[in-house]
């Protein structure tokens, strides 16, 4: 389960993996975001997690930043459910899907996958800006009755998502920071 550095040390395989993240998703333009602010600059979370080379390493990354108590990994839909993917697969502990809403027909689930009140969860997340996608699937598993243990970021752009998560009540670490990606 270690981090293949093939003999880099920890910190230069990180900054490695970042400039990889910043190459293949960093776009600049004109975009609206999910929050409905324009940004001059979009992380496509689609071109990181379809791309193997890279969701294996942040899959080897974030398992890293694994609480050791943690029992699931959580991954809101869409975006984040290569990434629970991942790291379950390099963690070795099983994931839980978390649906924007319930699904209107057969078992009319709120979460795809095994589920049991009162189990550690780490909620992974893409690309933060506000937190509120994040901040959302937590609720709902908090709800649910799941001890919700942090919420982990690929990529913080470092507009609030920290705060804003803290506020909800939640603890929060992100693997990169859009300053720490030297953008």
Same mark, same amino acid.
């Given at each position: 389960? /270690?981090?293949?550095?093939?003999?880099?040390?920890?910190?230069?395989?990180?900054?490695?993996?970042?400039?990889?993240?910043?190459?293949?998703?960093?776009?600049?333009?004109?975009?609206?975001?999910?929050?409905?602010?324009?940004s001059s600059?979009?992380?496509?979370?689609?071109?990181?997690?379809?791309?193997?080379?890279?969701?294996?390493?942040?899959?080897?990354?974030?398992?890293?930043?694994?609480?050791?108590?943690?029992?699931?990994?959580?991954?809101?839909?869409?975006?984040?459910?290569? %990434?629970?993917?991942?790291?379950?697969?390099?963690?070795?502990?099983?994931?839980?899907?978390?649906?924007?809403?319930?699904?209107?027909?057969?078992?009319a689930a709120?979460?795809? /996958?095994?589920?049991?009140?009162?189990?550690?969860?780490?909620?992974?997340?893409?690309? %933060?800006?506000? /937190?509120?996608?994040?901040?959302?699937?937590?609720?709902? %598993?908090?709800?649910? /009755?799941?001890?919700?243990?942090?919420?982990?970021?690929?990529?913080?752009?470092?507009?609030?998502?920290?705060?804003?998560?803290?506020?909800?009540?939640?603890?929060?670490?992100?693997?990169?920071t859009k300053?720490?990606?030297?953008?």
């Amino acid at each position: 389960m /270690g981090t293949p550095t093939l003999g880099m040390d920890r910190e230069r395989w990180l900054a490695e993996l970042g400039r990889d993240v910043v190459a293949a998703a960093y776009l600049e333009g004109h975009f609206v975001l999910r929050s409905g602010a324009v940004s001059s600059y979009y992380f496509d979370k689609y071109r990181l997690t379809t791309r193997p080379a890279i969701l294996r390493r942040l899959g080897v990354a974030l398992a890293e930043m694994l609480p050791p108590e943690t029992d699931r990994i959580a991954g809101p839909e869409l975006g984040a459910i290569p %990434l629970a993917t991942a790291v379950s697969l390099e963690s070795g502990r099983p994931s839980v899907f978390v649906r924007r809403q319930a699904k209107e027909y057969g078992t009319a689930a709120s979460f795809e /996958g095994e589920l049991e009140p009162g189990e550690r969860i780490v909620l992974l997340e893409d690309i %933060l800006t506000t /937190g509120g996608e994040a901040i959302r699937a937590a609720r709902a %598993l908090r709800d649910f /009755g799941a001890d919700v243990l942090e919420i982990i970021g690929v990529v913080d752009r470092e507009e609030g998502a920290a705060a804003n998560i803290a506020r909800a009540g939640f603890r929060y670490r992100a693997l990169f920071t859009k300053r720490g990606l030297g953008l």
